[in-house]
């Protein structure tokens, strides 16, 4: 029986921190750097503080998040070896339901519906694994984590960090 994994969707599969930079500047036309957000929460990384807030609330926002570089191709090589499951906690923003749902049947066709799972707490997910960029989730999951690295979570060590998908792949091929 193969092990499984929970595999956050934002900051791990799609790529929010670019999505919101670049919105940020279509909106305000000020450029924020990645290097001037390291570090900070989402709702401290603009000038403007509700500004995230506002594009996460925003129709299309979700729909239209860019591919995390690598993330496909590693979503189909840990298929060969683990249940794949994608767990977001999408109810904060429950317009985001059928957007995420619309960008995962684009980007990761190859994921079975029966393993999408939208949610608002992460703790009662009971997989072996966890990749996720958010403390919050990661600090209450029974199994093995692999914090995803993402400009809020720089500051904190107490989960095995991989930088990228090919990291995370190194990780799981050792089974860590």
């Known amino acids: 029986m193969k092990k499984s994994i929970a595999i956050d969707m934002d900051g791990v599969i799609a790529d929010t921190e670019t999505h919101f930079i670049n919105w940020y500047e279509r909106d305000y036309g000020v450029r924020v750097t990645t290097e001037s957000i390291r ?19 925003t129709p299309g926002f979700f729909r239209t998040l860019p591919v995390i570089a690598g993330a496909v191709e590693a979503l189909k090589t840990l298929m060969e070896n683990y249940e794949v499951y994608i767990v977001s906690a999408a109810m904060e923003f429950p317009q985001c339901l059928p957007e995420k749902l ?20 992460k703790s009662v997910i009971g997989t072996d694994y966890m990749i996720d960029d958010h403390i919050k989730n990661l600090d209450y999951f029974k199994g093995t984590t692999i914090m995803f690295h993402a400009f ?17 792949l190194a990780l799981m091929e050792n089974n860590f």
């Open 102 to 121: 619309e960008w995962l049947n684009e980007h990761f066709p190859f994921i079975d519906w029966r393993h999408i799972i939208f949610c608002g707490d």
């Open 39 to 57: 570090g900070l929460e989402e709702n401290e990384m603009f000038p403007d503080k509700t500004a995230a807030r506002k594009f996460a609330f």
């Open 152 to 168: 809020h979570n720089v500051n904190y060590t107490h989960h095995q960090r991989a930088n990228n998908w090919d990291e995370v």
